[in-house]
């Protein structure tokens, strides 16, 4: 892969970001999600989900050259992280969270809490991300609950 680059999300790029979080969810969460859950994961959801993160700048894309993936953050935490499944395991999660996390420590934050897949709870782990709790989080449709790990990390 070639040299990693992280730069803002533009507006005319909210259904290359749909793509790429499909992508990663069908590609990497089979493991541990079953096909209806991965099925309903999008109901009533659509490139619009990412608007504001890109007008308030604060969802990034990683470019190598082409997109391969991506964080958004919120006020206070990580809201999502998704690479392409051909993207996984060489390093570009790893520059993604790191680049939300210095971000976030910029704002002042000292203490994140997420909902952590559980495909990507052991990549977090990894990352200093301690477990606290598993639960269930909303994804589409109503009926779509999906198991999450609640994680914390703390800046040292």
């Known amino acids: 892969m070639n040299a990693v680059n992280i730069r803002l999300a533009r507006p005319d790029e909210a259904e290359l970001l749909l ?3 499909h992508a ?17 994961w999008f109901d009533g959801r ?16 990683a470019c190598a050259p082409d997109p391969v993936g991506f964080i958004e953050v ?14 996984a395991g060489l390093g570009v999660g790893k520059l993604l969270l790191l680049h939300g996390l210095a971000f976030l420590q910029a704002q002042g934050q000292r203490e994140i809490e997420i909902d952590a897949t ?14 606290m709790a598993q639960t269930l989080s909303k994804h589409g449709a109503e009926d779509a609950r999906l198991p999450v790990v609640r994680m914390r990390w703390s800046a040292a």
């Open 19 to 21: 793509q790429i979080h």
């Open 24 to 40: 990663s969810v069908q590609g990497l969460c089979a493991g541990q999600y079953d096909a209806e859950q991965i099925a309903h």
């Open 46 to 61: 659509d490139a619009s989900m990412y608007t504001q993160g890109i007008a308030q700048q604060r969802l990034w894309l």
């Open 74 to 87: 919120d006020e206070h935490s990580i809201d999502k992280l998704f690479v392409l499944p051909q993207a």
């Open 118 to 131: 559980l495909t990507a709870a052991p990549f977090y782990q990894k990352h200093g991300f301690e477990p």
